[in-house]
């Protein structure tokens, strides 16, 4: 199962993310998405599992908080800010975040830790990245993909 793990859209679904989305199974969005079109344009590719950002307002109170979802043998759980992530994570194998716009890709306590980054506008002078993925059997295969931008 290929999954493509996002955050941080800010409105701009940018056509390279969108001929990612074209190879997945299922889309992760970490929140900070900023309007309902762009949901709606993600859950056109594939099955779309979503939480709500800090900048997701009153439009976007139909989405969780946080989720955990089981795809294919692997357990995620998914919320924007990683400061939120509950202390137990007992049965997670996979926490996806977002918020601050960097890319990790790390392992703590046994549970993998993915901030995608960002793929919509750029700010902060980072990159503009997202993670493709792969499950097979139980287990995850992560792929960084930095997208090309204009110099600022």
């Known amino acids: 199962m290929k999954l493509a793990i996002l955050s941080d859209t800010h409105g701009l679904l940018r056509p390279q993310v969108a001929e990612r989305l074209k190879q997945a199974d299922a889309i992760l969005h970490a929140g900070d998405i900023n309007k309902q079109g762009i949901v709606d344009q993600l859950g056109q590719y594939a099955p779309l599992y979503v939480v709500r950002g800090n ?26 800010n990683s400061r939120e992530v509950p202390p137990d994570l007992t049965g997670v194998d996979v926490v996806v975040f977002g918020h601050s716009h960097r890319y990790v890709q790390e392992e703590r306590g046994g549970v993998l830790w993915l901030n995608p980054g960002s793929c919509g506008p750029r700010r902060f002078h980072q990159e503009i990245t997202m993670m493709m993925a792969e499950l097979s059997d139980g287990k995850i295969g992560v792929e960084k993909i930095t997208i090309p931008h204009e110099p600022q």
């Open 55 to 80: 900048n997701d307002k009153q439009w976007a109170e139909g989405i969780p908080h946080d989720l955990t979802v089981t795809l294919d043998g692997v357990r995620f759980y998914l919320v924007h």
